[in-house]
């Protein structure tokens, strides 16, 4: 069995996102990740600015004035957010061979049967060193609350768009421990698994 | 990375237990899953017939005669039994190479760094063919709904005894879905992810 695409939803610092990008390298194939945040504001009309804001957050105070405008547009953008992202995401499943990271494209591409979809996930201590490793210490910010906080705000995305469960190994074909595998070794099985 | 024991939890009809059987014979180790039986028998003083009874399900009525009976005993017993299982997985454990097919013997180990922890799911259409590929047909059973009522007894002795979600990906170094892989793929890949 071969695939056209694969999905790669992951837990903040288990690389996924790198082993995403390096398998894309490897294939010669492109891979969307921080890319599908223009694409989305291309096709909602939002500004960068505004769809980073939005994004896997509640709305932040600062764009509203009172809690009952704040409560409304949230509803109404996130939703119209949302739409963008399917449509983005679909549009890209139509054109040819990629690799997409996150924004629950697995969920939204569930209906193919030419999509490998993964899930990379990590011990928390191995998560906890290596986004210090890659993103820098965060001042004030114990490294093990920054991933369980993203971890919590991933999980709500997750569920309340797509209503299933963060992390259930019976939404892939494949889930790995990055950490206990290793980086580089995911990205040679699932490289093999894509050509099949 | 090679690893001592490798510890297959798995979805009823998703062949698992084939996968495990498979991987002992080719790596020339023993693979335990039905044998656990008698050897929990052993360990808690219950006979075999009474083991299969309590496995994985409520004590059935016929065994006692009261309600208040029933629940006390049966609270016991159940008691006893995981405690005969976890000693009988922790035995194999230090005695040497081998695979565990279910039991929870994944969170039961989960503090050794030398077992290998896989999870072997499939779509239900898939179960549902398989199941009666494998076991025959049940009659006036249908086969959906006789994988239906196994994944909610395991889901529930698994939740009730490890206090995890059953199914979890973060609780295994690797989840595979049987079904669009195909069983000798993944015999192929855990044999070679044993072996390091």
């Known amino acids: 069995m071969s695939y056209k695409m694969i999905t790669i939803s992951r837990q903040f610092g288990s690389g996924g996102r790198t082993i995403g990008k390096e398998i894309a390298a490897k294939l010669g ?3 969307y990740d921080q890319e599908l945040i223009s694409m989305m504001a291309e096709e909602s009309g939002f500004s960068v600015e505004q769809v980073k804001e939005l994004d896997e957050k509640e709305v932040r105070k600062k764009l509203f004035t009172t809690r009952a ?3 409304l547009n949230s509803s109404y953008l996130q939703s119209a957010l949302w739409n963008a992202q399917e449509k983005v995401i679909r549009q890209l499943a ?3 061979p990629c690799v997409i990271v996150g924004r629950c494209a697995d969920r939204i591409l569930k209906d193919r049967d030419d999509v490998l979809r993964v899930f990379i996930h990590a011990d928390d201590d191995y998560r906890a060193k290596r986004i210090v490793e890659v993103y820098g210490e965060k001042e004030g910010a114990d490294p093990l609350d920054r991933i369980l906080e993203k ?3 991933r999980e709500g995305y997750y569920e309340r768009y797509t209503h299933d469960q ?3 190994a019976k939404n892939f074909h494949i889930a790995l421990n990055s950490g206990a595998l290793g980086i580089d ?3 040679e099985l699932l490289k093999g698994l894509y050509q099949g």
Chains 1, 2 share one sequence.
Do not use: F, N, T
Request: proline share 6%; net charge negative.
């Open 69 to 71: 405008e704040r409560a």
């Open 151 to 153: 971890d919590k705000l």
């Open 166 to 168: 963060w992390g259930d």
């Open 185 to 187: 070794y995911c990205v």
């Open 94 to 96: 139509e054109q040819g």
């Open 29 to 31: 194939i492109p891979c």
